[in-house]
């Protein structure tokens, strides 16, 4: 109820903000779209990474899912190279634990060297023990190093040799950043180096010293083999080594092979044989549902209601209230409303709760794979097949 929605501006993605409060103090929260990255592959990670590093947020809520928390942790180092006011919440404790996955968050924050809390976000008690770390981050009141990956020891040098020079363009503010920039100079980023000279006001690629040096970082670069081409995949590989190390030591599993049963699923429900049928079968199965079951319930909302207005016609007859009373009240805003509930609810009640139930089952992620292919010759793309699914059940 305290949710303010809009859109980013000349954006179509939408983000949402709302107010907080907690031990008697305000925060405002800023919902910026979801994404695995921030190396500036989608829109979405445009703007979620431009949120991050030029809004000045006082602290940045990372929400990993503790299932897979390896995969997650590759965004949590590359938000910690743009900003150390960071909390790590690792959400789904409940899901995990069903799956037999332990999390040491203990272990997990000493490695990643930021705040780390774990939620199940049903529990109140959780997200109370969330707001106080962020409290605590926001304030200043917990200062904190957060531990950055460590590249090749070639890239570290191109890092040192270009920081020292971005160090004295920057303002003092946003000194954090000259690592994260250096690597996307380093990177040749173009996006991202554009999107920093427009909003930090400097001007990266014209400043002579800087140019000088790239020249210099770029001959070490070659001298050691290592070309423009594949500066992002080193960068990237290790980052993702990085983040399988510290899940590794950070998490435990009762079985290793938990997740054997839904990959043999998975070969099923996305085989190039099985895979549309099966889709077909089950959006039939709803979409039948919706329009044919729903009939029923619609039929018995109706004659309730039917039955409802003549008693109410008679009430007025009694009571001997003139005709273009009942007409305003019984066959205007009565009978208006109750059809709509009558058509409307039944399918809504049959529908929403059915697209929920495969959402939970972890299958729409499975239906936007299938349909990729098809969508992508249509020259959209997989993200739009739910909306499109969605569309035809209302």
Known sequence: MKQHTGNWPGKTVENSSGICEYENKKFLLVDIPGTYSIMSHSEEEEIARDYICFSNPDATVVIVDGTCLERNLNLVYQIMEITPNIVVCVNLLDEA??????????????????PVVGTIARKK???????????????GEKKQKPNLVSYVPVVEDGIDMLASKIETILPKEKQYLTRWISLKLMDR???ILSSLQKNLGIKLLKDKE???????VEELLRKNGMRKENIRDVIVSSIVFDAEKVAKESTTYENENYQERDRKIDKIVTSKIWGIPIMI????????LTIVGAN??????????GWIQEKLVWLFYFIGLPNWLKGVFIEGMYQTVTWVISVMLPPMAIFFPMFTLLEDLGYLPRIAFNLDKYFKKACSSRKTSINHVHGIGM
Do not use: H, R
Request: no cysteine; charged share 30%; net charge positive.
């Open 210 to 216: 800087i140019k000088k040096q790239m020249v210099q």
């Open 97 to 114: 634990k069903k799956k037999g996955i332990q999390i040491n968050l203990e272990t997990l924050e000493k490695k990643l060297g930021v």
């Open 125 to 139: 008690k959780t997200l109370n023990k969330l707001m106080e770390k962020v409290q605590q981050v926001a304030s």
């Open 281 to 288: 079968v089950f959006l039939g199965i709803i979409l039948w």
């Open 189 to 191: 980023e173009d996006k």
């Open 296 to 305: 029923y319930p619609s039929e018995l909302l109706s004659n309730f209601f």
